[in-house]
């Protein structure tokens, strides 16, 4: 009867000691699956800080686009109104000779001139002075 009570217990050590390894191994798998899973979590958090970080670079491109689109508009209008002076002044340069002007009335020519010259002159003086206000 001892000889059964003996391999009874040997065979009790050897499943104690077959447990014991599986219990290891299954406790290491576990923890080897538990960093996996946190260095998961840490990158899934890495990479949605990126994309809310790159969806607001997108937005604020989006508003400067808007707003250089507002100023290119500005700045057409503002040349189409330049382009209309400039077409204004070549109309009316172009009803007035000058050279004929010149000719028959040289005083009048050089007052408009003198007067001219001088206004431009101030305007020069105005925009050149260091005590003005901007």
Known sequence: MWQISAV??????????????????????KQALQTQLQVAVNNQQILEN???KQNQQMLDALEAQKKQTEQIRG???????????V????????????????????GLIAKIINKAT??????????TNPNRSP
């Open 8 to 29: 009874f217990g040997v065979a009790l050590i050897v499943v104690s000691g077959a447990f014991k390894l599986y219990y290891d191994k299954a406790e290491a798998e």
């Open 118 to 127: 001088v206004e431009v002159g101030n305007d020069l003086k105005e925009i």
């Open 50 to 52: 990126t994309i809310d």
């Open 87 to 106: 077409s204004d002044l070549r109309m009316k340069f172009a009803r007035h000779d000058l050279n004929n002007l010149s000719l028959r009335k040289p």
């Open 75 to 85: 700045l057409e209008q503002q040349n189409q109104l330049a382009t209309q002076e």
